[in-house]
Every structure is written in structure tokens, then in C-alpha cells.
């Protein structure tokens, strides 16, 4: 009830009007729906043959020998007929080989087989001077060949030639460890036989022979802030490109790899990187090792370099 001061205030009350008829009643607010999940896009990949093609794409591989698979669909040959891919180059550059991780815009080049050719070598040192890496499909593929070497004295042998056979036994199908620990075994001053495949050339590639001395850095092929990861076992992933601690890190386990064992595989010494974060210790990083990749065998050795070379790259890089 108003006051007898607030109603004289006011001055004389006007006639009252109607009050508004009642507005309809407005629906209850619907409640949020959850917004769906952004569907994934898909990752449609650009490829061609290295020696001359159309352009093909390619989507819905997780790992190398699938990739192999999707692109000889592209063009109607067998998976079996790719030696090793490279990315956005069609030369062979063993600098643009593609590894475990694909940029997301990266280009695809297959290099398929060309000429069959066979070369006699007689072992006159230890080393050859070959350093062998593999497709991850059954090749193992030369990727280098050391200055002043025994090989470096055979023309006919070139970086990328696919290594069939040794006196005549195949080794299609085994790893590029197994590939080189048959070359150190060979007995010095008995010659034998290496079948070799080269990659199928354009005419601006031939009498290409791409040797080198050194151990250049790996150059970095993938393109944008994603990379695919192809893995050997399990679906691939879209990862960040990795760290330039995780980038140093599996360069020095790279050079190691080359110095004990005569590879090169980026994506080993990747794993070794990332299974060295889960462990605090020597002896642990080695029993991680020989759970993740105990088919490779590592030296005592060699797992203690490796583990001092990762540590080195964590402190060069802060």
C-alpha cells in the first residue's frame, strides 16, 4: 500500500485502463544440443610415377605397403613393381625419401623397376661402402655409396639400385639389417655376384649416378604443421611435425645406425627417440628396446651411444 506523502506527490491518480490482455506464453528455451563431433577430413594424397605419369590420388592407406598398394591401383601395375617413393621430387634423391611421416600436402613419387643388372665384386677391405635402407615392403635399396670405396669403384652401381640378390640367393623380403649383415659376412678376396634393380629413369635423370662421401642432414620434406605417421604395425596418425629436439635426436640415432649397423632408417631411429621418453635410464631405455624392436639385437654398446646421443640433442636443444 503507497504512503499518504508518496500519493500527494504524485498529484491525482489518472483512470485506470484495462490491463493487457496476457501475452501467449513463449515455448521453453530449447536446451543446447551438443554440438557433433567436426568429421575428420579425408587425406587425399597427390602421386605420380617418377619416370613420367598423370597424376593419380590416392586416401585410405595406414601404412607403406598399403600406400604401395593404393598407388599401383592408380595406375594399374603391381605393388610389387615400386621400389621406394619420394617426396616432391621425382629424381632420385635419397635426401627426399619418403620415410614414416608424410606432410599433409607433401607430393608422392613412385619409383618403379627398371633394368635388371648384375655386377661381380671382389672384397678386398672389410666395408664395401654401401649404406642400405629398405621401402618397409620387401627391398632393401642402396642409399649410399662412401667415397673411395670398393662399390664407388663399380660404375654399374648406383644410390637406389634395389638389391635382389646375393650369389644368386633372393633376399626380397628381408630388412635392410639382415641385407648388410650378409654384405659384412661375405669372406674377404672370394668374389660374388649382386643382382641389382634400378629405379626406372625419365630421360632427364639417366647417367644420374648421386654417390656421396658425407652424411648430409635429412632434409625436411614435410610440408604444413601435420604430418601422416605410417607405422609398421597399428593405424597411421596425423601428428604434429616433430620437435627440433625429436628432429636432432633422430638424426644422431640415424648417423649411428650408419656407423654400426651400414643403414639408415628415419623412422627406427624415431621410435628409438620416442621410446627413450618413457624411461629414465640406460638399462631401462635398454629393456624398452628389446620389447619394442628386439628382432634388430642391439649391442650393449650401441644402446648406451644411442642413449648418450639422445641426451646430447636434449641438452643442444634446451
Given at each position: ?6 500519493r500527494?506527490a ?9 490491463a ?16 557433433a ?26 601404412n ?14 603391381a ?6 617413393c619420394t617426396?616432391?621430387s ?5 635426401q627426399k ?17 627398371g ?7 671382389t672384397k ?5 661402402g654401401?649404406t ?5 615392403a620387401?627391398?632393401a635399396?642402396?642409399?649410399?655409396i ?55 629413369r625419365a ?5 644420374q ?7 648430409p642432414t ?22 604434429e ?15 649411428l ?30 629393456r ?12 650393449d ?5 644411442v ?12
Amino acid at each position: 500500500m503507497e504512503t499518504t506523502a508518496v500519493r500527494e506527490a504524485r498529484g491525482a491518480e489518472a483512470p485506470r485502463l484495462p490491463a493487457p490482455p496476457p501475452s501467449p506464453a513463449e515455448p521453453p528455451a530449447a536446451s543446447p544440443t551438443p554440438a557433433a563431433p567436426r568429421a575428420r577430413p579425408r587425406l587425399i594424397f597427390r602421386t605420380q610415377l617418377a619416370h613420367g605419369s598423370p597424376t593419380g590420388k590416392i586416401e585410405g592407406f595406414t601404412n607403406v605397403r598399403e600406400l604401395y598398394a593404393k598407388i599401383a591401383e592408380a595406375f594399374g601395375i603391381a605393388p610389387t613393381e615400386i621400389l621406394f617413393c619420394t617426396l616432391n621430387s621425382h629424381k632420385v634423391d635419397m635426401q627426399k625419401l619418403l620415410g614414416g611421416q608424410i606432410g599433409l600436402e607433401d607430393f608422392i613419387f613412385a619409383h618403379v623397376r627398371g633394368e635388371t643388372k648384375e655386377v661381380e665384386v671382389t672384397k678386398t677391405e672389410d666395408a664395401l661402402g654401401l649404406t642400405i635402407t629398405d621401402n618397409g615392403a620387401g627391398y632393401a635399396f642402396i642409399k649410399r655409396i662412401k667415397e673411395g670405396s670398393i662399390i664407388n669403384r663399380i660404375e654399374a652401381v648406383c644410390v637406389g639400385d634395389s638389391i635382389e640378390a646375393i650369389n644368386d640367393h633372393s633376399i626380397v623380403g628381408c630388412r635392410h639389417y639382415e641385407v648388410a649383415k650378409m654384405l659384412r659376412e661375405l669372406p674377404k678376396s672370394q668374389p660374388f655376384t649382386l643382382r641389382l634393380v634400378q629405379p626406372k629413369r625419365a630421360f632427364d635423370m639417366i647417367g644420374q649416378r648421386s654417390r656421396s662421401s658425407k652424411c648430409p642432414t635429412e632434409a625436411k620434406v614435410s610440408s604444413g604443421r601435420e604430418t601422416l605417421r605410417l607405422r609398421s604395425g597399428g593405424a597411421a596418425t596425423v601428428e604434429e611435425v616433430p620437435s627440433e629436439f625429436e628432429e636432432e635426436a633422430s638424426r644422431r640415432v640415424d648417423d649411428l645406425l650408419e656407423s654400426y649397423m651400414g643403414i639408415r632408417d628415419p623412422e627406427l631411429a624415431s621410435t628409438m627417440v620416442e621410446t627413450s621418453k618413457k624411461t629414465v635410464s640406460v638399462q631401462e631405455f635398454a629393456r624398452h628396446l628389446d620389447s619394442v624392436l628386439g628382432e634388430f639385437a642391439f649391442p650393449d654398446e650401441f644402446v648406451v651411444e644411442v642413449w648418450a646421443a639422445i641426451g646430447e640433442a636434449r641438452e643442444a636443444c634446451g
